[in-house]
């Protein structure tokens, strides 16, 4: 079936360098959107991806949807520690189902 | 504006039982989906519903579990007979229309089956 792969799982950063977590799908997606989970907590929407090699900012936070728009990545430059948590990319695949398909997400710690 | 409602917060149930979960949506949005999330896992998909309609279910597991949006009331997903397996955080969310909205989730429901 319709899968979407996120790497890295888990990624350690000392505070103030950067972090980007890549997200893959098997199949081409109509959109793509980003969430962010603090641990004990629920996904908060961060942004939608829906042109192809669109990009988008959000101060410190820099999304991209690929040509193909099989692939998406976030960076975030200068990572700060309210930046700990977990990143999920999520799509509708063509023909899939209605719900979105979320990566397995990327884990960010942040060591001082 | 409250935002998506899910209660209870934390269930615990014993093999057997029947686990009942509600969410009340955002106000005016009438698109509702539930998720499953294991521990360091990612959420999975389970139904779509629309007021009154399930759109899509191919999520769902086709035993034990279902789920409805009345005319009145919050969107109810329940499971019954549950198992060990079950034991997962359930999150609700909710849109003002499909696919290219986004989504608000709700805070989850844990469920814990002993």
């Known amino acids: 079936g319709q899968q979407v792969m996120q790497i890295p799982q888990y990624q350690h950063v000392q505070e103030g360098e950067d972090f980007t977590t890549y997200c893959n799908s098997s199949?081409?997606?109509?959109?793509i959107q980003w969430y962010k989970q603090r641990p004990g907590g629920h996904p908060v929407f961060l942004i939608q991806?829906?042109?192809?090699?669109e990009v988008k900012k959000q101060k410190r936070l820099t999304f991209q949807f690929g040509e193909a728009k099989k692939n998406s990545s976030l960076h975030i430059t200068a990572t700060q520690t309210t930046d700990v948590g977990t990143y999920f990319c999520?799509?509708?695949?063509?023909?899939?189902?209605?719900?979105?398909?979320f990566g397995k997400g990327t884990h960010l710690i942040i060591q001082p | 504006n409250a935002g998506v409602m899910q209660n209870p917060r934390h269930l615990v149930r014993r093999r057997g039982q029947e686990a009942r979960l509600r969410c009340s949506p955002m106000k005016g949005h009438s698109h509702v989906y539930w998720y499953r999330q294991l521990p360091e896992e990612g959420l999975k998909f389970m139904v779509y519903l629309q007021k009154e309609n399930i759109i899509d279910e191919s999520g769902m597991p086709k035993e034990r579990f279902s789920a409805e949006f009345p005319k009145e009331g919050p969107s109810i997903l329940r499971i019954q007979q549950v198992v060990r397996g079950d034991s997962a955080a359930y999150f609700c969310?909710?849109?003002?229309?499909?696919?290219?909205?986004?989504?608000?989730f709700g805070p989850g429901t844990r469920l814990t089956v002993t």
């Open positions: 969310a909710s849109s003002p229309g499909w696919q290219l909205y986004e989504q608000y």
């Open positions: 199949t081409t997606l109509s959109n």
């Open positions: 999520a799509g509708i695949p063509g023909g899939g189902a209605d719900g979105l398909t």
């Open positions: 991806l829906v042109k192809s090699g």
